[in-house]
């Protein structure tokens, strides 16, 4: 089992930067995959980015791609969100979440929520024009 603690959101202007937390406890937190999801108002949650166990794997959404950034620290099983360049479309409530993989790279990473079962309460991060 993993917990996760989202920090970090809030209020920026467009062009502007904001860095996401994620805290993973629990004793086997070091093999599971994290990964970044957001939900709009009114849209269905949608896939921004995921890392493999020990951070050397990400994978990114193509609506992100050269804006944000995923990382983890593998010592505290911590992941982050690096958002920059933010636009207004970014605006949404910022979910972590993680699924089992154990010490292993040999799946593909994965974009769909249904691969997770372990989410964080999600945190908003609101751009302004």
């Known amino acids: 089992q993993v917990q996760l603690v989202e920090s970090g959101g809030g209020l920026v202007q467009a062009g502007g930067s904001l860095r996401l937390s994620c805290a993973a406890s629990?004793?086997?937190?070091?093999?599971?995959?994290l990964g970044w999801f957001r939900q709009a108002p009114g849209k269905e949650r949608e896939f921004v980015a995921v890392?493999?166990?020990?951070?050397?794997?990400?994978s990114h959404a193509d609506s992100v791609k050269g804006r944000f950034t995923i990382s983890r620290t593998n010592a505290e099983s911590t992941v982050f969100l690096q958002m920059n360049s933010l636009k207004p479309e970014d605006t949404a409530v910022y979910y972590c979440?993680?699924?089992?993989?154990?010490?292993?790279?040999?799946?593909?990473?994965?974009?769909?929520?249904?691969?997770?079962?372990?989410w964080g309460q999600g945190t908003q991060v609101t751009v302004s024009s």
């Open positions: 979440a993680a699924y089992y993989t154990g010490w292993s790279n040999t799946r593909p990473l994965c974009g769909l929520s249904t691969c997770y079962d372990h």
């Open positions: 890392i493999n166990w020990n951070g050397g794997v990400t």
């Open positions: 629990g004793r086997t937190a070091n093999t599971y995959a």
